[in-house]
């Protein structure tokens, strides 16, 4: 071994001089560990609120648990009363500490926890005092709790809050069925592994597993049929990612309004294609490498066919990719996609529909008019205001009885016509009607008049599609409940005809 200064030098000693240069601007405070408690006996010092969390905490990860306390908040004794958590009915004493785990300092006496992390590390026990980072030999970091996964976050004990809001964030973008798919998958990890030699083909594998229709299907819950696939998947060493498609309702177009779900699919998706109901917003939130393929359609003006885009969800799942059909407000409420799933049934392409708030909802509700009212309405009933060919053929009588709110979907173009037909089959020409211009976005603006003066209303307005038509009682409501509808990201602005 060569000598430097005389002195051998040790390769160990020198890696670790070079690795500390290098170390020296990122030092980490703390080293992210996490600790199998089960069985394992752990103290908590503290009877109150903030004891009990972190009882709860504890217990939940399978500690053998003794409070040490004068007094018990009533949960904390009625765990005591079950059986789950032992008590010593004392103030704390050093002899508490012997042969725990785990220690946890939580009263409001700081010179008590201070005595409590003094004695545990003398006895090289990791002892937390909480929000006392000075104290405390570990921090408990905030968690985002999927069993068997577990995300932990922390801000090194300096800003917890900090820590709870991204754990807030990533609790909406971590589904609940994150711990079932890696139950699941741990099942057949040495499957997988026996079959598989190569680590990069074991890689391989559980991507085109885990980020595919098959993992959708364990979340959802249909684990026998997702152990069949695998199974299969695994016996012909098949790692080539598999297509899927997911029709995923966009909502009305207020980005705050989508689903958990539906983001999740926009952020994964390889494929997306969209429509001109989509707002920009929206299509920010879609993942950036992903290919984007507008299919917009609007009257009389279609970017393609619903033929082609039937075809093409076909042909891009057959190549193995994440397709994402993203349409504005609900897939199933005049979405078209029904005709869609048809072809991926025919072709045996998986498939899920995310159901998104369909645009009557949202409209109705950022314009200050209830779809639904004790005195005024019943029931509700959605109409196109259009078929394929442009005409308009209702069920009039059913539209013009009374009680009852008619939202007309796509009928803007018409709706001087769709005004005198409801006129013509027996509706008052004073009944009340609104147009909600993009509804619950920062354009969104409501008009309203009744079905005979409405048509002139809109003239001249500025108003276009994307616009619903409420007609019904209940739109008389907006002059009282929509001014009080200020909502940050949905401007109202609300004409009436007096």
């Known amino acids: ?118 004695t545990a590390q003398a006895q090289g026990i990791p002892v937390n005092v909480v929000d006392d980072p000075e104290l405390s030999s570990y921090i408990t970091p905030a968690i985002v709790d999927r069993s068997p996964l577990v995300i932990a976050v922390s801000t090194g004990g300096g800003v917890p809050v900090l820590a709870r809001l991204i754990r807030a964030r990533l609790e909406s973008l971590i589904p609940a069925g994150f711990g079932r798919l890696a139950r699941f998958a741990t099942r057949f990890r040495e499957q997988v592994k026996a079959r598989f030699g190569n680590v990069e083909e074991r890689r391989a594998f559980w991507e085109s597993v885990l980020e595919g229709p098959l993992a959708e299907c364990v979340m959802n819950g249909d684990e026998r049929q997702a152990e069949t696939e695998l199974l299969q998947r695994l016996a012909a060493g098949d790692t080539t990612p598999a297509g899927a498609v997911y029709l995923v309702g966009a909502g009305p177009g207020n980005p705050d309004l989508l689903t958990f779900r539906a983001l999740r699919l926009m952020q994964q998706a390889d494929v997306v294609l969209y429509d001109n109901l989509v707002a920009p917003e929206l299509m920010e939130l879609v993942r950036r490498d992903a290919e984007r393929i507008f299919v917009g359609k609007q009257r009389a003006n279609h970017a393609m066919a619903q033929e082609e885009i039937n075809s093409l969800l076909v042909r891009l799942a057959q190549e193995g990719k994440r397709v994402l059909r993203l349409k504005g407000g609900d897939p199933f409420t005049f979405g078209r996609g029904g005709e869609e799933i048809e072809l991926l049934a025919e072709h045996n392409i998986p498939f899920e529909v995310v159901p998104g708030i369909t645009s009557a909802s949202g409209a109705a509700a950022y314009a200050g008019i209830p779809l639904t009212h004790r005195d005024h309405a019943q029931s509700v009933v959605f109409v196109t205001g259009h078929k394929k060919d442009g005409s308009i053929q209702l069920d009039w009588p059913a539209l013009t009885r009374p009680d009852q709110t008619v939202v007309v979907y796509m009928g803007l173009a018409m709706v001087a016509e769709i005004c005198a037909a409801f006129i013509a089959h027996g509706k008052a020409p004073t009944t009340p009607v609104a147009v909600v211009h993009r509804a619950t976005t920062d354009q969104q603006r409501t008009l309203v ?50």
């Open 449 to 498: 008049g009744t079905l005979q003066t409405l048509p002139g209303l809109i003239q001249g307005s500025g108003i276009s599609s994307p616009s619903l038509i409420i007609v019904g009682e209940v739109v008389a409501l907006s002059s009282r409940l929509g001014w009080f509808r200020r909502v940050e990201g949905a401007a109202v602005t609300i004409g009436h005809d007096e």
């Open 1 to 118: 071994m060569p000598a430097v200064g005389g002195v051998e030098a040790s390769p160990t000693a020198a890696g670790w001089g070079i690795l500390g240069d290098q170390l020296q601007e990122r030092v980490v405070e703390y080293f992210p560990i996490f600790m199998r408690l089960t069985g394992e006996p752990c103290l908590l010092v503290g009877g109150g609120e903030v004891a009990l969390r972190k009882a709860r905490l504890l217990l939940s990860a399978g500690a053998r648990l003794t409070v040490v306390a004068p007094q018990l908040v009533d949960e904390l004794a009625a765990l005591l009363a079950s059986g789950q958590i032992a008590h010593v009915d004392a103030c704390f004493s050093a002899l508490h500490v012997g042969g725990q785990r785990l220690v946890i300092a939580a009263t409001n006496d700081r010179e008590v926890n201070r005595l409590v992390s003094q």
